[in-house]
């Protein structure tokens, strides 16, 4: 079975048809899924604060900047 559309590849919010077809695909309770994915749920898109506060990102980061 394959979701309806490749934006949940980008973490876009799913609609309630995407959650229940995830769900059946997982063999994962909907209402459980529902209450981790919902609409509450908004998708984490990027590292956070720039520069980072991680010392292992923040040498990426620098190392990035060259």
Known sequence: MILPSHRN?????????ELQ????FLSIDHTSLQSELG????????????????????RLYEVRQF
């Not at 077809?21 to 059946?24: A, I, K, Q, T, V």
């Not at 609409?39 to 923040?58: A, C, F, K, S």
């Open 21 to 24: 077809l995830l769900s059946n």
């Open 39 to 58: 609409e509450h749920w908004w998708p984490n898109r990027g590292l956070g604060p720039i520069p980072p506060t991680d010392p292992v990102i923040y």
């Open 9 to 17: 590849c980008v973490q876009a919010k799913l609609s309630a048809e």
